[in-house]
């Protein structure tokens, strides 16, 4: 059984009607439910206001993965569960990352760049499967048509990706890697763009489709208990360095 925690913020829906109407009991819970109804996974949530954000050292210890959804409290979320979730990653837990997700402490710790990129509301994207051999491209069709989303577009500043899988492309003519994979320590990540909470992207399932492939992707291969702070996981050798010994 595949143990996954869905986290989300929890704020845009009980603050914005419009959100509300799209998600009324939050986006992790329209996750967790379509997560849910696969035999091979075991679903949790976790949100912001929750002590120490929901992700204490025990539930990520018994999390494989946890998919990550954030947007309006990025700066306040706490630093030092960021730090956590990032130990937990380079010792083996998978990650999906979900839009606004990309700027989070979480990423700009594990990929170390400013994690920037061009955006505005209310656009149409086409979005590409790019890397049709992939595990998460599996049973996905060539492109997939999403009426309204919020654009994201390049430069996005990023660390070059293990795989491009997908790549969207908006009516206003802008392209963005969309859909990236990365390998930090032991741990699996998957970046995946389409989200914004105006619009009911999650509700639909190839969209849904996508997410259950990528958790499925970032199930870990070796798992191990998560080093200390500042530590360095080499995945070849699944050796710990303490930070004295970083590369």
Not at 47 to 60: A, K, M, Q, R
Not at 133 to 157: K, L, N, S
């Amino acid at each position: 059984m595949i143990r996954v925690t869905v986290w989300n913020e929890f704020q845009h829906e009980r603050t914005q009607e419009k959100v509300k109407e799209i998600y009324p009991d939050g986006i992790h819970t329209c996750i967790a439910k379509f997560l849910g109804q696969e035999e091979d996974l075991s679903v949790r949530t976790a949100v912001f206001d929750e002590e120490e954000h929901g992700l204490t050292e025990e539930v990520l210890a018994n999390t494989d993965v946890l998919v990550f959804w954030n947007h309006m409290l990025q700066e306040e979320f706490s630093d030092d569960v960021a730090e956590r979730v990032r130990r937990h990653v380079l010792a083996g837990m998978g990650l999906v990352v979900l839009h606004s997700g990309h700027y989070s402490k979480i990423m700009r710790k594990l990929l170390g760049t400013s994690m920037t990129l061009r955006w505005r509301h209310g656009d149409r994207e086409r979005l590409f499967c790019t890397c049709p051999t992939h595990p998460i491209a599996q049973g996905i069709p060539a492109w997939v048509d999403i009426p309204e989303e919020e654009m994201y577009g390049e430069f996005f500043d990023i660390p070059k990706p293990d795989d491009v899988v997908f790549t969207g492309w908006f009516a206003g003519g802008e392209v963005f890697r969309s859909g990236c994979t990365f390998t930090r320590g032991l741990g699996k990540i998957f970046y995946f763009q389409p989200g914004h909470e105006e619009y009911p992207i999650y509700h639909m399932p190839v969209i849904q489709k996508i997410i259950k492939n990528g958790v499925r992707w970032c199930v870990p291969v070796v798992r191990r208990p998560a080093p200390l702070d500042n530590a360095w996981v080499n995945p070849s050798t699944e050796e710990v360095y303490l930070s004295s010994h970083q590369k």
